[in-house]
T-cell receptor, first 112, second 116 residues
Framework: EAQVTQNPRYLITVTGKKLTVTCSQN?????MSWYRQDPGLGLRQIYY???????DKGDVPEGYKVSRKEKRNFPLILESPSPNQTSLYFC???????????FGQGTRLTVV | AQTVTQSQPEMSVQEAETVTLSCTYD???????LFWYKQPPSRQMILVIR??????QNATENRFSVNFQKAAKSFSLKISDSQLGDAAMYFC?????????????FGEGTQLTVNP
């Protein structure tokens, strides 16, 4: 089954404690991205990757890091989380300039 | 940069009735996709319908149809015969076919309530 898998689905952490949210896709997509969803703001892109070892900033990259060492995986790293990073996070993948993006199940992150 | 605006934070409809959700966007490009995504309480992002800008014909998927007005940069979603399962947050989104980055730009969302 074609899918994008994010883990964990829920995470509560404390300020400053490094965390990683994993994302994996099994569709051989070149393009992967991370979004955060906040009330009244819709989804905003954090980082994206057009292929292995090719990543770039989206609209709201501050406080986040990513890596793309393998085509299928695109982890999101928060090295020193802060409360303003409390949000719902989505990973998505697609063929480059493809019509449809496939989304993971979402990760609800709370930073206290 | 492209922007997408959904001016209706909340909408409600009676079961079996028809409702239209509005979306406007701003772009200088001519080749792009427009989407409507549905997000139920499960949080999953579900693609409802897709429109390719170079196609003049409005897309239709069962009870869902769009009114795509390219010159006016308007892309509304019509839900016919509304069902309780249609209750969700709906997002309008834009995706360029011309520029690198290939991001989805989302509107703010419209929360749809379906009343029995």
């Amino acid at each position: 089954e074609a899918q994008v898998t994010q883990n964990p689905r829920y995470l509560i952490t404390v300020t400053g404690k490094k965390l990683t949210v994993t994302c994996s896709q099994n569709m051989n997509h070149e393009y992967m991205s991370w979004y955060r969803q906040d009330p009244g703001l819709g989804l905003r892109q954090i980082y994206y990757s057009m292929n292995v070892e090719v990543t770039d900033k989206g609209d709201v990259p501050e406080g986040y890091k990513v890596s793309r060492k393998e085509k299928r995986n695109f982890p999101l790293i928060l090295e020193s989380p802060s409360p303003n990073q409390t949000s719902l996070y989505f990973c998505a993948s697609s063929f480059f300039l493809g019509a449809e993006a496939f989304f993971g199940q979402g990760t609800r992150l709370t930073v206290v | 940069a492209q922007t997408v605006t959904q001016s209706q934070p909340e909408m409600s409809v009676q079961e079996a009735e028809t409702v239209t959700l509005s979306c406007t966007y701003d772009t200088s490009e001519s080749d792009y996709y427009l989407f409507w995504y549905k997000q139920p309480p499960s949080r999953q992002m579900i693609l409802v319908i897709r429109q390719e800008a170079y196609k003049q014909q409005n897309a239709t998927e069962n009870r869902f149809s769009v009114n795509f007005q390219k010159a006016a940069k308007s892309f509304s979603l019509k839900i016919s015969d509304s069902q309780l399962g249609d209750a969700a947050m709906y997002f309008c989104a834009y995706r360029s076919r011309e520029t690198s980055g290939s991001r989805l730009t989302f509107g703010e969302g419209t929360q749809l309530t379906v009343n029995p």
